[in-house]
C-alpha cells in the first residue's frame, strides 16, 4: 500500500482539524483519524506527532488532560483551545492560499 | 505574528515545564506506550503474529529515546539542562585536579582582579558623573594669551560681563575668586581656604544645598555681603554637624558673617575650599581689563557643543581685541571640560594602567590556554569515548567551554575580593592631602554595579577566550585514532605544539613590553626623585601664615610681623636658616609680575615671571644658589635703594647677552623701578616633573605681603621642629592661624603622587607578567621534555652525554625566548612611545633599559627551561624506555 510523508508544514492544520471536528482526543486516536480520513494516504509519523503535539501545547493551541479510554486505560486526551480555533483559522487560509497558488501554476497551459 | 503577551504566556507555559519536567517526561512516555500498545492490537486484528507484533510497532515507532529527547528539545529547556550536566560535570573535574584548577583560578584571579582593581579606579576617576546635573553641559571659560604661553588663564571683570552680554551659546555664565579667611569664633583661629562665587555660580553647577540656601542676587552688594555657605567638610570639623548652624554668625577677617547653608559632601567645587562667600566685585576691578583674577564657569545651552561654544566665545574675544588693543592684544578663549580640568593630572597615566592591565589578563589567559592545551591531551581519551558515544563535536566543544568558562568565573570572584582588598593601597597611593596637583579627592573606591559588570564580562571573555583554543584542538582529533593509541597518548600533534608555542612566544613578547615600559618608569621616576629642582628640599619645615587684613592693615605691620617671626624661629635649637616667602615652592600657590628692562612699559614681548617677597636668608635657608651679585641683606628696607634678584632664566630673557647686575627692571604692580642686586638659580616651583619659569624676588622689608610662608632649615629632622615652630607663631600673635605645618620633602613626595602611582603599578604588573611568563615556559618547556622522554631515553642509551641532552631541550626554551623577546622589542619600540608623557629624563626608546629588561627577561626564561632541562638530563634511560 502507497502510504505518502504528510507534507511538511501540514501537520498543525491536520491536527487542529481532526480536533476541531471531534472535540477530544488522544495521541493514538489523532493518528488513526488522520490515516482513516485520508484514505489511509496520509501515514502520520508517532516521531512527529508526539513532538508537534508538546509544540502545540507551549504555544497554547491545545490544552491536555488526563482520561481514561473505553477500555479504562489511563490516557492524554488533547482538546483546542480558543486559541488553537484561531491558529485553526490561520493555517486553513494560509493553506488554502498556498494550494490556490499552486494549482494556479499547475493549471496555467 | 504572535503579541508578546502571547510570548510571555507561552514562556510562562515552558517554564512550567521545565519546573515539574520529570513529571512532563513520565506522561510523555506513558503516552508513548499507550501507542505503541494500540498500534501492537491493530497489528493483530490486521493478522500479525502475537509474537511478531510488539517488534513491528517498534519498529514502526522508531527510536523512543530518540523520541523522548525531541519532546524535550520542543519544551526548550535542552541548553539548560545540557549546561546544568556540563556545569556539575565540570566540578567533578576540577575536585580531581584540586592543583591543576588552583593554578588557573589564581592566575586568572590575579589577571581579572588587578584589572578590576585599575577598572574601579578609572570609574571613580573618569567614568562616574559629576555630581552635578547635566555635568557635561558644564565649562570653565579660560582666558588664553598664546604668546605668553597662558592656555587656563584668569579673567578680568569687564570680559566676563561682556562675554555674558553677548555670547549666545551659554545658559548661563557666574564667575568667582579664590579668598582666604581667618576664622574665628568657632574654635581654633583657623586660615581658611575660600571661594567668593557670584550668587548664580550654583545655578550654573546645578546643586542645591543640604541646608539652607545659596546666595540672594542682592548679596553681593557691599553691607549685604556677609554671609557664607560651608562646606560639608567644615560643617562636620568645625560645627560638629549641628543642623541648626544656618542664621549662626562666624567671623571672617573680624568681620560677622551669617551662615546661610550648607552644601552636600559630593559639593566640593574648587576642591580645596572649605566655605564660600559672595563675590563683590569692588570699584578698581570692575572696569580694569588687565587686572585678571576671575574664574569663570559656564553652562552651555541644549544642543550646542564645545565647539560652537569656543568658535562663538573667540568672535567675541576677537571683537574685545580690537576694541581694546591696550589690553586685550592677544586675548582668545579657552574652554575646558569641568572633567578635564580635575582630572589632567591623572587621565593619562590612568589609560596607560588600564592598558597595562590588560596585557597582563592577555598573558594570564595564554598561561591558562596553555595550560588547558597540555592537559587536553591527557584528556583525549575521554573526549574520544564521548564522540564514539554519539557526542557531536558542537556539544563537546560546549563541554569544555562549559569547564573553561567557569574557571574564568572562579577566578573573577577570586579577582575581585583582590581587587576590593587593595582598594584602600589604591586610595592611599593618591593622597588627597595633595593641594598642589589636579588630582580629583577620592575618599574611595566604590565596588558598584559597573565595576562588577565589568569583572563579570572580563571572566566571561576570558573564559571563552582561553578555553576556545583547546577545545577546538581536543574535539578535532577522530575518536578512532585517540581510542587506538590507548593509553600512548604522548605523541603530541605538532599542530598543538605550534598552537603551545604561540601562545609562550607571546606570552614573552607581552611580558618583554610590559617589563620595558616598567623599565622606563623607574628610570624616570629615579630621575624625577634625583632631579634637581633647584634648590635643597631636605632638612627643611615650612608653614604657611595669612595675615588677615583686618588685624593687619599696613605694610609696616606686616613687615613687623615677619621680622619678628625670623627673629623667633631663628633663636630655636638646631634651626640653621630661617627666611620667608611669599609662595612656597611645591605648594601649587603661585602669582605672577611683568618685569620689564629699563624704565620702559610692558607690552606683550615682556616676560612674566612668578614673584615672591623673601627674607635675607631665603635662599640660604632653600639652598638656592646665588649665581652672581648678592643676595638681600638688612639694609635693602625702605630707607634705601629699591632692589630685585631675578633667576637666571628671567636675567636671560631680559638682556641675553649683557650682564644684568646694576641694570634697572620695572615689576608691575610697583611704582619705583628697581636695581637689579643679585642673579639666582632656577627652580622648579610645581616639583621636579614640573618646568622652570622666570622668577623675580623682591626683598620682603620693601614690599612685604599678607601670605608668609617661613622655611625652616635645620640640623634635626624637620618633622620634630613643627611644635616649636607653630609656638614661634603664636608667640608672636596668639590669634594667628596657620596652615601646612609640614617638611619640604613631604610636599615634593606628594608633587610626584602620580608619577609614584604610576610607576608602583606599572612595576607591579610587570613583575606579575613576568611571574605568568616565566610560568608559561617552564610548563611548556618540562611538558614537551615529558612528551620526549622516549627519544631523550633512547638518546642516552645510545651514548648522548647529559649536557647534549641539557642543550637538546633548553634550545627550546631559548628559541621560545628569543623569538618572543625579538618580537617584544619591536612592540615596545611602537608603543612605548604613547608613556612618552609619562617620562622625565628619559627617551621611550632608551636602549638601555631596552637592553637591560631583555636581558633579565632572557636569564628568568633560562631559568625556567633549565629546571625541566636538568630533569630530562638525569633520566635513567631504561626507565624512560619503558616509559608510557
Given at each position: 500500500m502507497q502510504r505518502d510523508e504528510i507534507p511538511p508544514g501540514t501537520l498543525y492544520l491536520l491536527i487542529l482539524r481532526t480536533l476541531a471536528r471531534s472535540g477530544e482526543m488522544h495521541g493514538y486516536e489523532i493518528a488513526r483519524s488522520i490515516q482513516q480520513l485520508s484514505k489511509d494516504v496520509l501515514q502520520v509519523q508517532e516521531g512527529s506527532l508526539y513532538p508537534a503535539l508538546q509544540r502545540m501545547l507551549i504555544k497554547g493551541w491545545v490544552k491536555a488532560e488526563w482520561g481514561v479510554t473505553t477500555e479504562n486505560r489511563r490516557a492524554r486526551y488533547y482538546r483546542l483551545t480558543a486559541a488553537g480555533k484561531r491558529q485553526l483559522e490561520v493555517e486553513l487560509s494560509q493553506f488554502e492560499r498556498v494550494i490556490g497558488a499552486v494549482q494556479r501554476v499547475l493549471q496555467t497551459v | 505574528m504572535p503579541s508578546i503577551l502571547e510570548r510571555i504566556k507561552e514562556f510562562g507555559r515552558s517554564l512550567r515545564i521545565l519546573v515539574r519536567r520529570e513529571k512532563f517526561a513520565r506522561e510523555l512516555e506513558e503516552e508513548m506506550r499507550l501507542h505503541k500498545e494500540m498500534k501492537e492490537r491493530e497489528l493483530i486484528a490486521a493478522g500479525v503474529t502475537k509474537e511478531e507484533a510488539p517488534f513491528t510497532a517498534s519498529r514502526q515507532f522508531g527510536n523512543t529515546t530518540y523520541l523522548r529527547e525531541r519532546g524535550r528539545e520542543i519544551w526548550g529547556w535542552t541548553w539548560l539542562e545540557e549546561f546544568w550536566q556540563d556545569a556539575r560535570f565540570s566540578l567533578r573535574v576540577f575536585a580531581k585536579n584540586p592543583g591543576f584548577s588552583g593554578t588557573v583560578v589564581l592566575m586568572l584571579a590575579l589577571g581579572i582582579g588587578a584589572n578590576t582593581a585599575i577598572f574601579s579606579v578609572v570609574n571613580a576617576v573618569?567614568?562616574?558623573?559629576?555630581?552635578?546635573?547635566?555635568?557635561?553641559?558644564l565649562v570653565t571659560v579660560w582666558g588664553c594669551d598664546r604668546p605668553k604661553g597662558f592656555d587656563t588663564d584668569l579673567v578680568s571683570n569687564p570680559d566676563f560681563r561682556d562675554w555674558k552680554s553677548q555670547n549666545h551659546v551659554f545658559e548661563n555664565i557666574a564667575a568667582s575668586t579664590d579668598a582666604m579667611y581667618t576664622m574665628t569664633g568657632a574654635g581654633e583661629p583657623a586660615a581658611i581656604i575660600a571661594y567668593q562665587f557670584s550668587p548664580e555660580f550654583f545655578d550654573v553647577m546645578g546643586v542645591v544645598p543640604k541646608l539652607g540656601r545659596t546666595f540672594l542676587p542682592d548679596e553681593t552688594e557691599p553691607g549685604r555681603n556677609h554671609v557664607l555657605i560651608l562646606s560639608d567638610h567644615l560643617w562636620r570639623e568645625r560645627f560638629g554637624g549641628d543642623r541648626s548652624v544656618v542664621g549662626r554668625s562666624v567671623k571672617l577677617d573680624g568681620d560677622p558673617y551669617t551662615v546661610v547653608g550648607v552644601m552636600p559632601p559630593s559639593f566640593q567645587y574648587p576642591s580645596t575650599t572649605e566655605l564660600w562667600t559672595p563675590l563683590t566685585i569692588s570699584p578698581q576691578s570692575a572696569n580694569d581689563r588687565g587686572l585678571r583674577y576671575l574664574r569663570v564657569m559656564a553652562r552651555m545651552r541644549p544642543g550646542v557643543t564645545m565647539e560652537q561654544a569656543r568658535k562663538e566665545m573667540n568672535v567675541i574675544a576677537a571683537r574685545l581685541k580690537s576694541a581694546y588693543p591696550d589690553t586685550n592684544k592677544d586675548q582668545d578663549v579657552n574652554l575646558v571640560g569641568l572633567r578635564q580640568l580635575t582630572t589632567g593630572d591623572i587621565r593619562t597615566a590612568l589609560l596607560i594602567l588600564l592598558c597595562t592591565v590588560s596585557l597582563v589578563l592577555l598573558i594570564a589567559c595564554a598561561n591558562v590556554a596553555n595550560l588547558l592545551l597540555s592537559r587536553a591531551v591527557t584528556r583525549r581519551k575521554e573526549i574520544a569515548v564521548r564522540v564514539a558515544l554519539g557526542a557531536s563535536r558542537m556539544r563537546v566543544i560546549r563541554q569544555l567551554l562549559t569547564e573553561s568558562v567557569l574557571l574564568g568565573l572562579a577566578g573573577g570572584a577570586l579577582g575581585v575580593v583582590l581587587a576590593y582588598l587593595s582598594a584602600d593601597a589604591l586610595v592611599a597611593l593618591f593622597p588627597p592631602t595633595i593641594a598642589n596637583l589636579s588630582i580629583p579627592h577620592i575618599e574611595h573606591i566604590p565596588m558598584d554595579a559597573g565595576v562588577l559588570g565589568l569583572a563579570l564580562l572580563a571572566s566571561l571573555l576570558t573564559g571563552a577566550a582561553f578555553g576556545l583554543v583547546p577545545a577546538l584542538e581536543a574535539s578535532r582529533m577522530s575518536p578512532n585514532q585517540s581510542l587506538k593509541e590507548g593509553g600512548r597518548?604522548?605523541?603530541?600533534?605538532s599542530r598543538g605544539r605550534q598552537v603551545r608555542n604561540a601562545l609562550v612566544v607571546s606570552e614573552v613578547a607581552l611580558s618583554l613590553i610590559l617589563l620595558i615600559a616598567a623599565g622606563l618608569m623607574i628610570k624616570s621616576f629615579r630621575y624625577l626623585i634625583?632631579?634637581?629642582?633647584?634648590?635643597?628640599?631636605?632638612g627643611v619645615l615650612s608653614l604657611r601664615v595669612l595675615l588677615p587684613e583686618y588685624r593687619y592693615k599696613t605694610e609696616s605691620q606686616q613687615r613687623a610681623f615677619g621680622n619678628e617671626l625670623v627673629e623667633r624661629t631663628r633663636?630655636?635649637?638646631?634651626?640653621?636658616w630661617v627666611g620667608t616667602v611669599t609662595f612656597l615652592p611645591l605648594s601649587g600657590w603661585w602669582g605672577t609680575r611683568q618685569v620689564s628692562p629699563g624704565r620702559g612699559t610692558a607690552d606683550a614681548q615682556t616676560p612674566t615671571a612668578i614673584w615672591s617677597s623673601v627674607t635675607p636668608d631665603y635662599f640660604r635657608a632653600l639652598g638656592i644658589p646665588l649665581l652672581e651679585g648678592r643676595s638681600f641683606n638688612e639694609q635693602d628696607n625702605t630707607g634705601n635703594m629699591p632692589v630685585v634678584i631675578l633667576s637666571a632664566k628671567l636675567a636671560r630673557q631680559l638682556w641675553p647677552n649683557e650682564d644684568p647686575i646694576g641694570k634697572t627692571v620695572n615689576v608691575e604692580g610697583l611704582k619705583e623701578p628697581r636695581n637689579v642686586a643679585g642673579v639666582v638659580g632656577e627652580i622648579r616651583d610645581f616639583g621636579p616633573a614640573g618646568e622652570q619659569r622666570p622668577e623675580v624676588y623682591l626683598p620682603f622689608a620693601q614690599v612685604p605681603s599678607a601670605l608668609i610662608c617661613v622655611v625652616i632649615r635645620t640640623a634635626a629632622e624637620p618633622a620634630t621642629l613643627a611644635a616649636a615652630a607653630q609656638h614661634a607663631v603664636w608667640s608672636v600673635d596668639k590669634e594667628q592661624a596657620m596652615s601646612f605645618v609640614m617638611s619640604m620633602d613631604k610636599l615634593a613626595a606628594e608633587s610626584l603622587a602620580p608619577q609614584r602611582a604610576s610607576m608602583i603599578l606599572i612595576a607591579i604588573f610587570a613583575g606579575l607578567a613576568l611571574v605568568l611568563a616565566t610560568l608559561g615556559i617552564y610548563g611548556v618547556i618540562s611538558y614537551s621534555a615529558r612528551q620526549r622522554t622516549r627519544e631523550i631515553g633512547i638518546r642516552i642509551a645510545l651514548g648522548a652525554d647529559s649536557w647534549g641532552v641539557l642543550r637538546l631541550v633548553m634550545a627550546e626554551g631559548l628559541v621560545l625566548t628569543i623569538a618572543g623577546s625579538a618580537i617584544g622589542l619591536i612592540g615596545a619600540l611602537w608603543l612605548t612611545r604613547y608613556l612618552s608623557s609619562l617620562l622625565y629624563g628619559v627617551r621611550p626608546s632608551d636602549p638601555l633599559t631596552f637592553v637591560t629588561v631583555a636581558w633579565i627577561l632572557s636569564t628568568v626564561a633560562l631559568l625556567a627551561s633549565y629546571v625541566p632541562a636538568r630533569r630530562a638530563m638525569r633520566a635513567d634511560p631504561v626507565a624512560a624506555l619503558r616509559h608510557e
Open positions: - | 573618569l567614568l562616574r558623573p559629576l555630581p552635578y546635573k547635566d555635568a557635561d553641559k597518548s604522548e605523541t603530541s600533534s634625583g632631579g634637581d629642582m633647584g634648590f635643597q628640599p631636605n633663636a630655636l635649637p638646631g634651626v640653621e
